[in-house]
């Protein structure tokens, strides 16, 4: 199975900030990453899907970069409504749909 | 508008079973693959199973292989994920979600608690 490491696993920063997250793949896995916002009782939300695509409705803020085995999400100026949870996802070789471990974004 | 909706979680003993519904609106449920991913009490997601349009194909994660049954009833525009010989670290929040492109999950409900415990 392909392993998705993700890091930071939390990151703390203040509204206005830009921020990265990384994560990186066990093996190639071309443009196949998707990026997700989950909030504490609430449906994750698909942000970025092969890697570099904005679902529709999605603030232009977010982005994603990546190819092969390194992959990035940015939030460039950060909004109090960006506080949350990020994963990534493989889906270049499924099953499973290998999500990586999350990074908790937290105001400063 | 599209809406997942999942329902019958619960609290069941070790060793029991528990049937969850995910019902669908808002798009032609009989194109799409579907899954169920889960949360574990501050744990992170993880996917438990994917089942193909027509309900022919079906794939698990090896924690929940021969345990866990994930079918669909297109007539109906619900999706199931019968789930037995549950075990403590089945505990979790149960998502369902729309499978876009067989690739990404687009859209996903707000989840259902399992908790399994005596």
């Known amino acids: 199975d392909i392993q998705m490491t993700q890091s930071p696993s939390s990151l703390s920063a203040s509204v206005g900030d830009s921020v990265t997250v990384t994560c990186r793949a066990s093996q190639t896995i071309s443009a196949y990453v998707n990026w997700y916002q989950h909030k504490p009782g609430k449906a994750p939300k698909l942000l970025i899907y092969m890697a570099t695509t904005l679902q529709s409705g999605v603030p232009s803020r977010f982005s994603g970069s990546g190819s092969g085995t390194d992959f990035t999400l940015t939030i460039s100026s950060l909004q109090p409504e960006d506080f949350a949870t990020y994963y990534c996802q493989q889906s270049y070789s499924t099953p499973p749909y290998t999500f990586g471990q999350g990074t908790k974004l937290e105001i400063k | 508008e599209v809406q997942l909706l999942e329902s019958g979680g619960g609290l069941v003993q070790p060793g029991g079973s528990l049937r969850l519904s995910c019902a669908v609106s808002g798009f032609s449920f009989d194109n799409y693959a579907m899954t169920w991913v889960r949360q574990a009490p501050g744990k992170g997601l993880e996917w438990v199973s994917e089942?193909?349009?027509?309900?022919?194909?079906?794939h698990y994660a090896d924690s929940v292989k021969g345990r866990f049954t994930i079918s669909r009833d297109n007539s109906r525009n619900t999706l199931y994920l019968q789930m037995h010989s549950l075990r403590a670290e089945d505990t979790a929040v149960y998502y369902c979600?729309?499978?876009?492109?067989?690739?990404?999950?687009?859209?996903w409900g707000q989840g259902t608690l399992v908790t399994v415990s005596s």
């Open positions: 979600a729309k499978l876009e492109s067989k690739t990404w999950f687009d859209y």
């Open positions: 089942i193909s349009e027509t309900g022919d194909s079906a």
